[in-house]
């Protein structure tokens, strides 16, 4: 069975409050038997005062520790450990006499070790090697020095307890182990009650993209959803919104794409379509006259289909680019000369003025192309008797070019629409100017492809100014 995302969060929480638990639980039983019984071990060794004393003053006497060494019944006596007749006094501890002379202790009572004392306790030397008591162990042993008028003259040596030493210890010890249980069981109930509302409010958003984005595969690009908060699944939101936007978008410009790509060989194929007709009936003589007509819908609908392969390559990413060296001045001063007759026969002044020698990476036909399309488009749309000024300059590694026209102007809210496929300023969509609206188009996918830029603007002249931005091969010095 597959978990929804509440399900999967709820699950993570419990396992880590029951691994939260175990580890607890285990640093509990560590403590125990390790840190806990060496704090009992530390606090033995601190009561080891009077021992401590008692053999710094038998020290003095003697000199040295050759009264305990080998005499383990000597040793005892010096051990804070139960008689068996606690009623019989004990004698104050004297230096035996046998540590000067060679003789033995009387023996002692028989102690009673419930710590395992006499096991675990030793005594050393100031450089810490063994007197008396059980071998030295490495590791773990506590060490309590033993002074003599502020020098060290030995050690007392204490292994830890390998076990609570008594019943209270043990009795407390298993208490806080029970302890863990409750704490469980708590835990996994706290990530109940945290996982399920918290994974239900997490979700919400989370399904709402989803039906969202079932909404965008059945087609209903107006979708739109309700960011709900700033955090990762708000910047989600918005992002969708975002795609949302861009697919509607999208959906529109095909829709109308289709619907212009249709009226712009429509038109030209009814015109000719009209005139071969009218030809066939006798209306018209087929003259030369006829024959330029003709050829001039046929030439219209070739520039059509041209616009649209480049715009389809455009699309399929297969618009390619024969990229050298190339001298941006001659490519704009040879567009100009081949547009200098249409300007004329229309009485608009055509004016050039570039820096010589602007080097750029480029492709000579597809750069050509954007300027022919740039003079094409002033010519078409600036009146009779007006101006068109193409001017080009470069500033260390950059290029400028505008090309600026007289009237009529192009509002400035349409003005970004202009390099749009298909847009035309006209809404009557009449055909006295001429265009399909796809050279801007392929202007600006030319020029982006050089890492340039290009926007409008509005024309000083009264017109419109096209900005273009490339960058130089060279570094241009005055």
């Not at 006497?61 to 009264?67: E, K």
């Not at 104050?92 to 028989?110: C, Y």
């Not at 945290?194 to 595969?217: C, D, E, Q, S, W």
């Not at 996918?445 to 024309?459: N, V």
Request: proline residues 5%.
């Amino acid at each position: 069975m597959k978990l929804n995302i509440t399900g999967k969060l709820v699950a993570v929480l419990s396992l880590t409050s029951v691994l939260l638990v175990a580890a607890m639980a285990t640093a509990i039983y560590w403590s125990f038997q390790k840190g806990f019984l060496t704090y009992l071990t530390e606090l033995e060794l601190d009561r080891l005062d009077e021992t401590v004393a008692d053999l710094s003053a038998t020290y003095r006497i003697v000199g040295s520790w050759d009264f305990l060494r080998g005499n383990h019944e000597g040793w005892m006596e010096y051990l804070p450990i139960r008689k068996v007749k606690e009623s019989q006094p004990v004698p104050p501890r004297q230096p035996p006499v046998g540590a000067q002379s060679g003789g033995r202790f009387p023996p002692p009572l028989a102690p009673q070790d419930r710590t395992g004392l006499t096991t675990r306790l030793r005594l050393l030397d100031a450089d810490k090697h063994n007197i008396i008591g059980p071998p030295s162990e490495s590791g773990n042993a506590l060490l309590r020095p033993i002074e003599l008028d502020d020098q060290t003259i030995g050690w007392l040596s204490l292994s830890p307890l390998p076990v609570p030493e008594s019943d209270l210890d043990r009795r407390f010890r298993d208490q806080q182990l029970r302890s863990i249980y409750p704490i469980a069981g708590g835990a996994l109930l706290l990530a109940l009650l945290i996982g399920v509302p918290l994974g239900r409010h997490l979700l919400k958003p989370v399904k709402a993209i989803a039906r969202g984005a079932h909404a965008l595969t059945r087609g209903r690009f107006d979708t739109r959803l309700e960011p709900q908060s700033s955090d990762e699944l708000g910047r989600l939101v918005l992002d969708f919104n975002a795609l949302a936007k861009a697919l509607e978008r999208n959906e529109q410009l095909r829709r109308q794409s289709m619907a212009d790509v249709s009226h712009e060989l429509r038109t030209p194929l009814a015109i000719l379509r009209g005139d071969i007709e009218a030809i066939q009936d006798g209306v018209r003589p087929l003259d030369q006259s006829q024959m330029a007509r003709l050829h001039n819908s046929v030439m219209v609908l070739s520039r059509l289909v041209d616009d649209l392969y480049d715009l389809a390559l455009v699309d399929a990413g297969a618009l390619t680019y024969q990229k050298s060296s190339i001298d941006l001045s001659a490519i704009m001063q040879q567009a100009a000369d081949a547009a200098a007759g249409e300007f004329a026969k229309k009485d608009i002044s055509l004016t050039i003025n570039v820096d010589e020698g602007m080097q750029i990476l480029g492709d000579t036909r597809r750069l050509r192309q954007v300027f022919d399309n740039l003079l094409k488009n002033s010519l078409r749309y600036t009146d009779k008797g007006g101006e068109c000024r193409l001017t080009g300059i470069q500033k260390k590694w950059q290029i400028y070019i505008n090309l600026e026209d007289s009237a009529p102007s192009v509002a400035m809210d349409e003005l970004p629409r202009l390099f749009d496929r298909f847009y035309r300023v006209e809404a009557s969509r009449n055909r006295s100017r001429g265009g399909a609206g796809l050279g801007l188009a392929i202007c600006k996918t030319i020029i982006t492809a050089h890492e340039g830029e290009i926007s409008a603007q509005a024309s000083r002249l009264g017109g419109v100014r096209v900005h273009i931005t490339l960058p130089a091969e060279t570094d241009y010095h005055e």
